[in-house]
């Protein structure tokens, strides 16, 4: 194919225009008459698509079919949890089936290719897109992401309904400094390896069809120009195969960023870095061509990329159906969609609190409840981030859902209180205190609107927005049990209401079914089961604050922490300890990693090694006996974490290599078990070659990453 094409139509092939009402325009058509783009980006209507494909097939010379690109990163007509509430649920199959649900939705208004999963690890809640990532853990991140694709692109990627998938954003994006999005990003090469290259290489060896280069600077090279990532580490190292593409316009942003003096150079740097196809920009089409013609470039080189891109748009199928039949998808979209949406937006929900067991509920022993807050009823603010193509419609809200559930049986009385989440001021006090007097409980529904979160959404303060916190300590004052259902983009800082709280739910952004799920655990048809993919810090000062940190040279001791109140005036200065913690937060969050409460009561037991000793090579099993001493079946996440103790570089205090889900019955008890292969324990040492080095290990396994009951293991060499 390569050989029959002439400079320009190669050239074609590595530029995406980006769409949206001039679609049909003739300048559109024309370009792609000429064969001067191989992809185009937005265009979310069956018919247009059919017909800028038909241009394609038919009236070029060629007849190369396109790429049709759209952002389905967490459902597409029905929207699902974020994907931070997606990783909460800790469940790869059900990330799995939500992304193949918005593939059968998104292919039937032919989308043939999504951007995403975004698998930046991301260990700092100030910055907006960790709404979008599935959290602070490289594992967990991993699993996810790796599920996400083989939704997306099913068993066959040339199958009705397969879309290609697109690893983003290469990378160390999350690393941003402040969590300020865009803002550069320096991460030594051994942390770049050992945390934020994982799950990538983990997407590349699962046959992702992209990979995106990020806006953002990495130690001094933005990802568009960037050859060690985008050649060296994903081309040499990892053989991909697949297409590199850049952000939105992100090519010519390398003059902005100061690397390029104009966007001849900038065409110039990217393409030696190695990215295929310029998302949205004009670069490549303008000055390709020059620059082969002065030798600063091969044209071998470009045919290599414009392979890449071929090479995807044949595992697709396109050559042979280049537009999928909407009758034979339509059938297939509404079947599991709304069922799937429910499922992830129930397992994503995390229980923070609960104390005396507040909840759940007993709709047969409540007379009235209290719906107090500016997130009760908001079914677009409840969707998230990223949702062009959701369908407010079919969105349930929170009321509603507890209206549909209970409304027969208890009195449901609703106050917003606060005309949106960024409120100053509380409205009509006297009704919040009146009504909240005359029920039995108050749930308040606070937390983020849609905006406050996603891309270029940072915040650096990360509290409730407005008078969120003020409405909290006026409801308490009313001596009710108190609920609050948080619905947030990020992990938030609740230390300043978390006392007057009696429980806790975090909702994430849950999603069209985030109303209905909500109720039903909020009432007890179903135990909350999500775990936090990220850690809750006290304050943002903390930030960044993540539970597989380094040890350090002097670390907090427990029980040792002071308090910046308890501090005698003229204290000497040594006499506080000096290890690593902060005088008025300590060194812990306020909720760890992995943490999520169940209104069933799970217990671990005797944790055990199959051996003592592991060959490098082999494998060993580790085992815990778990039990349901609670009244209620239930699902338990039961995760295993593991610590190098001694390396060639420092490493983390614990790290997650395992988890499941385990449904129990009351008074069940069962034994889980996890292999741990010598593999799993290899990471980038001193000279930044992935090994496994012999020494002790310890290993815990628990409901969260501060799990007690540990083993010990040594790894030895193969004799
Ligand atoms: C955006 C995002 C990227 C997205 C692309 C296309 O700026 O950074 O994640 O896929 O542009 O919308």
Redesign the pocket.
């Known amino acids: 194919m390569i050989s029959r094409m002439t400079l320009a139509e190669k050239i074609g092939q590595m530029r995406q225009l980006s769409l949206g009402e001039d679609s049909l325009s003739d300048h559109v058509t024309d370009e792609i008459r000429a064969g001067r783009t191989g992809s185009v980006?937005?265009v979310v209507c069956a018919d247009e698509v059919r017909e800028l494909q038909r241009i394609a097939v038919e009236e070029s010379r060629l007849g190369i079919p396109l790429l049709f690109?759209r952002?389905v990163i967490h459902g597409f007509k029905t929207v699902m949890p974020i994907p931070l509430g997606q990783a909460a649920t800790w469940n790869p199959e059900l990330v799995k089936a939500a992304a193949r649900v918005s593939a059968l939705e998104a292919a039937a208004c032919g989308v043939n290719w999504t951007?995403a999963p975004?698998i930046d690890v991301s260990r700092d809640a100030r910055w907006g897109r960790i709404a979008?990532s599935f959290g602070e853990d490289t594992y967990l991140t991993s699993q996810m992401g790796v599920a996400a694709i083989r939704g997306y692109q099913g068993e066959n990627l040339a199958a009705t309904g397969s879309i290609a998938a697109?690893a983003?954003?290469f990378a160390g994006y999350g690393a941003s400094e402040a969590g300020r999005d865009y803002a550069t990003t320096n991460i030594p090469e051994n942390e770049l390896r050992n945390v934020y290259l994982g799950p990538f290489r983990a997407a590349i060896d699962a046959g992702v069809s992209s990979v995106?280069a990020s806006?953002s600077d990495l130690n001094g090279v933005p990802a568009s120009a960037n050859d060690f990532l985008m050649t060296r580490v994903l081309r040499h190292e990892w053989q991909f195969d697949g297409i590199a593409v850049s952000?939105?316009n992100s090519i010519s942003q390398l003059c902005v960023h100061g690397i390029a003096e104009d966007d001849k150079e900038a065409a110039c740097l990217a393409v030696t870095a190695g990215i295929d196809v310029e998302?949205?920009g004009d670069t490549y089409v303008s000055f390709l061509e020059q620059l082969i013609e002065e030798e600063r470039i091969e044209e071998s080189k470009i045919d290599a990329m414009v392979a890449n891109v071929l090479r995807v748009k044949f595992r697709l199928g396109l050559f042979e159906a280049p537009a999928a039949e909407e009758d034979d998808l339509a059938a297939r979209v509404s079947d599991d969609a709304l069922r799937v949406a429910k499922e992830a937006a129930l397992q994503s929900v995390v229980l923070l609190k609960n104390e005396g067991a507040v909840l759940p509920l007993a709709a047969d022993r409540l007379a009235s409840v209290a719906v107090i807050g500016p997130l009760a009823d908001a079914p677009y603010e409840q969707l998230g981030t990223w949702i062009f193509d959701g369908d407010p419609g079919l969105s349930v809200d929170c009321l509603s859902g507890i209206r549909k559930l209970v409304g027969d049986r208890v009195d449901v009385n609703y106050v917003k209180a606060l005309a949106n989440s960024r409120s100053r001021q509380v409205d009509n006090v006297t009704e919040v205190m009146e009504t909240v007097g005359q029920c039995d409980v108050a749930i308040l529904f606070l937390g983020e609107e849609s905006i406050l979160s996603g891309?270029a959404h940072s915040r650096a303060d990360i509290n409730l927005p407005g008078a969120q916190a003020e409405l909290v300590k006026l409801v308490r004052q009313a001596g009710k049990p108190l609920i609050a259902v948080i619905l947030a983009g990020r992990p938030l800082t609740l230390s300043n209401i978390v006392d007057d709280l009696d429980a806790i739910l975090y909702a994430w952004h849950p999603g069209a079914m985030g109303g209905e799920a909500i109720a039903e655990l909020l009432f007890g048809q179903a135990s909350p089961s999500g775990k936090l993919p990220a850690t809750f810090p006290r304050m943002v000062g903390q930030v960044p604050i993540y539970y597989n940190h380094k040890n350090t040279g002097k670390p907090p001791i427990a029980g040792e922490i002071l308090h910046i109140d308890d501090i005698e005036e003229q204290a000497p200065q040594t006499s506080y300890g000096m290890f690593s913690f902060h005088l008025d937060a300590g060194s812990t969050p306020l909720f760890p990693f992995g943490h999520g409460l169940s209104y069933a009561e799970f217990r671990y037991t005797g944790i055990r090694a199959s051996a003592d000793r592991l060959a490098i090579g082999d494998s060993l099993t580790l085992s815990v006996e778990l039990s349901n001493a609670g009244q209620v079946r239930a699902e338990e996440v039961v995760q295993l974490y593991v610590r190098d103790l001694v390396g060639s570089v420092t490493r983390p205090v614990r790290e997650l290599k395992g988890f499941r889900r385990v449904m129990l019955d009351p008074g069940q008890t069962v034994t889980v078990q996890f292999e741990l292969r010598s593999q799993d324990l290899a990471f980038y040492g001193r000279d930044n070659r992935c090994t496994v080095e012999p020494g002790k290990f310890r290993a815990w396994i628990g409901g969260s990453s501060t799990a007690e009951l540990e083993c010990e293991f040594q790894v030895i060499a193969r004799d």
Do not use: R, S, V
Request: aromatic share 18%.
């Open positions: 980006l937005n690109g952002d951007f975004m979008e697109c983003k954003h995106m806006f952000d939105f998302m949205a891309e």
